[in-house]
């Protein structure tokens, strides 16, 4: 189990990024994905990142969802150096503080819907009962009341998407993590999905990091990150 | 969690029965190839001691002739021995049950229009006893009718059959050659000896009776001893050489003339070659069990490669190492227990429908089941474990991008 810094309430922000880069590889054959990244978000916040293909915005992802380490420079969440944790204590943090949607969905073939989204309760050792009244909730939380016993295969992209959003939040994480999560939808299920993540942000005060192409899809944000040959090119506030 | 990492585990089996039920089948044969192989070779090992038993316990078999030369060539030089032989049998050698002197041949035996090719065997009450003979009918020679060599028979179940199909036969006469005989008693069945041979075709007649009008000579071809209980018939083999060698004058140097052979020794040697056999045909079986347990190995390895995406996505959720691994690895071990069980089960129905066939006992031996069980555990485990930290160790970001 991680314990984040005691009483420190909201002292340390949720995430901290201090000149972090990230080299794919070694010698001439080396790729400087992120070149020295500074970033602080803090709780409840709503961010979109954006920026070219290829630009880091996946790496840097990868680095805040605490599933990759930095090459060089610190990462806090909650003030915890996640560069000094193992594998499996980032596990840990994973199970209980974030939650992941992915552009290709990742749900589980051949599982029903409600069973997908029980996963993360699994592993975080809820009783049977429980868990599956927290699933058919969190089901219902992204309007896929009566679906619960679909598999993947029987439902349409937006609604599976639905799903990996009701996985991710079935366990209240502190953070969510999106990495084009509208990318394969059309634009109709792609704002569907984006009033479900501002709902989830405002009413839960989850935080959200949000890869996504589309400046549409952006502006549901309060706050943009470009991104631009492995680092932040323009940090600006949405208006309103 | 550990109940929740078996759920996850059995969930994903039950998910894919056609995988599922491919990896045990090298298990499944093995498992029922061991435990069909040992219980039949102990059913035949535990039939050859039964047969060559129910020839008589603490039997010794003295014959004329030198042992290696084998029955057939017993009557070329080596005398035959005389009713003195066996009398002085009785009367020197010590810890014996019973000695009953032998002749016979085969003959022809008639009762009305039946006809029979059958086995008479010379001999006294004594013949009964060693050889573990039972009457189920009738009764033994008298005194008097082995004294006067009577022409009165005891038929064995074969002949009985045979010549009187459900008839009673004590008290009629059959026709054996020239001699009219009457039947005085019958023999319980001892049944068919896998050796090939019918114990039940037997015509027993008095000795002096067969050596007077069968035969035509006073020779006693062969000598069964039986050793009282708890009388070593190594011993009883010595004493009996010592006194036969005396009293056919065979000099120091030279070879016995006879050979005296002790069943609980042929029991030895026969079982023992069986057992081998059980052990060899077990050990070919335990094989197949081993290439059983690479097949789960194969098919897990594919398996994990397959679900590449899947453990990324436990491992993304919060799955740590030990639980990834303790899941595959649990679905290896109830894969392969499950195919143990089902193993057993049809190594159960084989052995009984082998043993059957080959009309030995059904032996079932629960050490080697539970042998066999275990095993396959452990072949899940050894040739799960791979599979499982390759699982295990995946990178979560690999294999989230993992098509
Ligand atoms: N696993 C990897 N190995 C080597 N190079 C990588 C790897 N992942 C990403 N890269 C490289 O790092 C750079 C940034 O990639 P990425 O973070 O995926 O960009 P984006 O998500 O903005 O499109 C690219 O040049 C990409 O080729
Ligand atoms: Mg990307």
């Not at chain 1, 070694?26 to 990244?37: D, S």
């Not at chain 1, 806090?76 to 969905?105: C, I, M, P, T, W």
């Amino acid at each position: 189990m991680i314990t984040t810094p005691s009483g420190t309430g909201n002292m340390y922000p949720v995430i901290e990024l201090n000149n972090v880069t990230r080299v794919y590889g070694t010698g001439t054959a080396a790729v400087n994905a992120l070149q020295g990244i500074d970033l602080r978000i803090d709780h409840g916040d709503f961010v979109a990142v954006m920026g070219p293909s290829g630009s880091g915005k996946s790496t840097c992802m990868n680095i805040l969802g605490c599933l990759d380490t930095p090459s060089s420079g610190t990462y806090r969440f909650k003030g915890v150096e996640v560069g000094n944790l193992s594998r499996d204590q980032r596990a840990l943090l994973r199970r209980h503080y974030l939650g992941f949607v992915f552009q290709g969905f990742n749900l589980l073939n051949r599982t029903s819907a409600l069973e997908n989204v029980e996963l993360p309760l699994i592993y975080r050792g809820t009783p049977a009962t429980e868990r599956r009244e927290m699933a058919r909730k969190a089901l219902a939380a992204v309007g896929l009341n009566g679906w619960e016993s679909h598999t993947p295969a029987e439902l349409s992209g937006g609604q599976q998407q639905r799903v990996a959003i009701a996985r991710a939040i079935v366990a209240s994480p502190e953070v969510l993590f999106a990495d084009e999560p509208t990318g394969n939808l059309d634009s109709a299920r792609s704002r569907e999905i984006m009033e479900l993540m501002t709902d989830f942000n405002r009413d839960q005060g989850i935080t959200i990091v949000m890869v996504t192409h589309d400046a549409v899809m952006a502006a549901y944000a309060r706050r943009i990150v470009r991104f631009m040959d492995g680092i932040i090119d323009k940090e600006e506030q949405n208006g309103g | 969690m550990f109940i929740e990492t078996i759920l996850i585990a059995m969930r994903e089996i039950r998910r894919n029965v056609m995988r599922s039920s491919l990896t045990i089948l090298g298990i499944v044969i093995g498992v029922a190839a061991v435990i069909t192989m040992v219980t039949v070779g102990d059913g035949a090992t535990k039939q050859v001691a039964y047969e060559i038993s129910s020839l008589g316990s603490n039997l010794l078999d003295v014959r004329p002739g030198q042992s290696f030369r084998g029955p057939g060539g017993t009557r070329s030089g080596a005398p035959m021995f005389k009713i003195a032989d066996a009398e002085a049998i009785e009367r020197d050698v010590s810890g014996l049950a019973g000695v009953a002197p032998m002749t016979g041949r085969s003959a022809q035996a008639i009762y009305g229009n039946e006809n029979w090719a059958t086995n008479i065997t010379g001999s006294t009450n004594n013949f009964l006893l060693v050889r573990n003979w039972v009457l189920s009918g009738g009764r033994q020679f008298t005194d008097g009718e082995l004294r006067a060599g009577a022409a009165v028979c005891i038929i064995g179940a074969t002949i009985r059959k045979q010549l009187f199909g459900e008839q009673d036969p004590v008290g009629r006469t059959i026709r054996l050659e020239k001699l009219s005989c009457q039947v005085i008693g019958e023999l319980k069945s001892k049944g068919q000896s896998s050796f090939g041979m019918d114990q039940d075709d037997i015509v027993l007649i008095p000795l002096r009776t067969v050596q007077r009008r069968i035969v035509g000579n006073n020779d006693i071809s062969s000598i069964s001893v039986s050793a009282k209980d708890g009388v070593s018939t190594e011993k009883v083999k010595e004493e009996i050489e010592r006194l036969l060698r005396e009293r056919r004058r065979i000099g120091k140097n030279k070879e016995d003339d006879f050979n005296v052979r002790d069943m609980q020794e042929i029991v030895k040697t026969l079982t023992g070659t069986t057992r081998l056999l059980t052990t060899l045909l077990g050990a070919v079986a335990a094989v197949s069990l081993l290439v059983g347990g690479i097949g789960i190995m194969n098919i897990m390895l594919v398996s994990v490669t397959e679900r590449t995406r899947e453990i990324g996505i436990r491992l993304a959720i919060g799955a740590m190492e030990k639980q990834v691994l303790m899941q595959f690895l649990i679905e290896a071990v109830v894969l392969s227990c499950f195919g143990g069980l089902i193993g057993i089960i049809l190594g159960i129905a084989a052995a009984a429908a082998g043993a059957s066939a080959l009309k030995v006992p059904l032996i079932l031996n629960i050490g080697i089941i539970i042998i066999a069980f275990v095993f396959s555990a452990a072949v899940g485990v050894v040739f799960g474990f791979f599979p499982a930290r390759k699982a295990a160790l995946l990178d979560p970001i690999e294999a989230l991008r993992h098509e």
